[in-house]
């Protein structure tokens, strides 16, 4: 069986893929949710009381920590990212660590940017330069209008409390760039129509970057999809057309 690894993104941790993890299992693929470091755990825990170390965590800390773990596999995985997640899985796969990649509305590796006023808006919002706290974990009000826009008020709070946690903005700030013209694994790219945190136009950008026409790249736009694909109501839509593709390249 091929093993998968997904990757979460910003304030989640390795429970965000809980279904999708359940849906891959039970279509013949071995799957581990591994979190970032010092977030895995329960949520409301881990936000009423972090770790004391996950300030200090950093871009590379995170890649170091999944490029051991995925040293444990008795195969390269095909390595599943979402938002700030789908950056870690690009760095990953330029370092040879999977046998394809998937990048579900990614965030920009470094170099990569695209003038869009959400992304700038809430972006600034997140990394508030005003704001010296070394963890970060937004508001009901951002989460409503950037990541869960498919959600009432109400359920873009309960969303929160099941699902989001604090994280460091070291992690952010030291985003890593990416070598572009490098031949690579199959690699595809999902972007929401309707993402609010990191629009369509940045997932175009950071596909149109890979430039070696030898390597296996696919572009593919959801409509009505949020930032929030991943809980999103029918998000087995995705989930199969992500197991199809893989099932043919």
């Known amino acids: 069986m091929k093993n998968i690894v997904f990757i979460h993104g910003f304030m989640n941790n390795g429970q965000i893929w809980s279904e999708w993890k359940t849906f891959f299992e039970q279509r013949n693929f071995n799957c ?10 329960d949520v409301k825990e881990l936000t009423q009381s972090p770790s004391p170390k996950l300030a200090g965590t950093n871009f590379n800390d995170v890649v170091t920590h999944y490029v051991k773990l995925i040293q444990r596999l008795d195969e390269p995985p095909i390595l599943i990212g979402h938002s700030l997640g789908g950056v870690v899985v690009q760095k990953l796969l330029s370092m040879g660590y999977g046998a394809a990649a998937v990048c579900i509305n990614s965030g920009p590796p470094k170099g990569i940017f695209k003038f869009n006023w959400d992304f700038i808006v809430s972006n600034a919002q997140l990394m508030n330069p005003f704001k010296k706290n070394a963890l970060v974990l937004m508001d009901a009000n951002w989460y409503h209008k950037y990541v869960t826009n498919d959600l009432t008020y109400q359920e873009t709070q ?17 985003i890593g760039s990416i070598d572009f013209k490098a031949p690579h694994k ?21 596909f149109d970057a890979y430039t070696n026409t030898a390597s296996v790249k696919k572009f593919k736009v959801f409509p009505k999809r949020t930032h929030n694909i991943l809980s999103q109501s029918a998000w087995e839509e995705v989930a199969t057309y992500v197991i199809n593709w893989i099932d043919n390249i």
């Not at 581990?32 to 755990?41: K, L």
């Not at 309960?158 to 030291?174: G, R």
């Not at 199959?186 to 950071?206: C, E, W, Y």
């Open 186 to 206: 199959p690699l595809l790219f999902i972007a929401g129509q309707d993402d609010h945190s990191q629009p369509v136009v940045i997932n175009k950008a950071n």
């Open 158 to 174: 309960k969303f929160i409390d099941e699902h989001c946690l604090p994280a460091s903005k070291q992690v952010a700030k030291t």
């Open 32 to 41: 581990y949710n591994y979190s970032w470091p010092y977030m895995d755990g």
